[in-house]
């Protein structure tokens, strides 16, 4: 182990390993269920705005640019705590989410379809907890507000 | 919305959709806690391994290769459910870890650090569950059996 990964791994510098376009892994959890509402993704400027103001701040891939969290729908994110991983290349947020939901698609996660084990071949999914909890078209009004990533 | 991100967002194909270099996103955490215990990518190849055998794969970006979690520790995943998002470009394991952890540096999750909230300006990690349950050196003997990603 090199001395640079010890001090990745084993230190207490923050040292965030941006990916080739600037960005890092952001895991949010539910802070009482512990389910995943979602996978999303952080420049410097979101995580700056992170961890300054203890709200989930995004960079959002489609849009290409900073978005924070409930901007348009009121649905934010409160920060209970921001962890990082061994080699500092993936965030969790465990997050106590305002609002019936995290999903543009109007649920409270975006992980409401299951994969079923044990099979080879073509895969259908599985609806789990899919039923929506608000409507994302009366919450984002313009296409331009779809909080996608 | 476009057919396709409809059929995407709302259908029951499993329509993985994997990075330019052939990757997606899996965040596995643990059944029981709800914790996050890594993030981690897979391949076609992992994906459909992991599916048929219900236990993780994954794919090495630093080894190159197809990784059976657990291969050199012991340390398996057995996946009691899996979950793909919204727009299926990140997958979620929710998994029964078997062994003391998850980390290849010897503990149960890989975020074992905390980012301190509410400060602007240089920022020191704290120590989160970072006492080592298990001796790395002991149990990946030879640097080729290092699980990194």
Chains 1, 2 share one sequence.
């Not at 899919?130 to 331009?144: G, L, M, N, R, V």
Request: charged share 30%; glycine share 8%; proline share 5%.
């Amino acid at each position: 182990m090199t001395k640079s990964s010890n001090e990745i791994e084993e230190g207490l510098a923050f040292l965030p390993k941006f990916d080739a376009d600037g960005l890092i892994t952001a895991v949010a959890t539910d802070a009482k269920s512990g389910d995943v509402l979602m996978v999303a993704h952080m420049n410097a400027d979101a995580l700056r705005n992170t961890i300054r103001t203890g709200e989930a701040w995004y960079y959002s891939r489609s849009r290409k640019r900073l978005w924070k969290k409930g901007e348009s729908s009121g649905h934010i994110q409160r920060v209970v705590e921001l962890r990082v991983d061994c080699d500092q290349d993936a965030l969790w947020l465990k997050v106590e989410q305002e609002g019936p939901g995290a999903c543009h698609t109007g649920r409270r996660s975006c992980f409401y379809r299951a994969v079923p084990l044990g099979q080879s071949g073509p895969v259908t999914l599985e609806f789990r907890n899919a039923d929506k909890t608000f409507d994302p078209h009366a919450i984002y009004a313009a296409p331009a507000n779809k909080p996608r990533r």
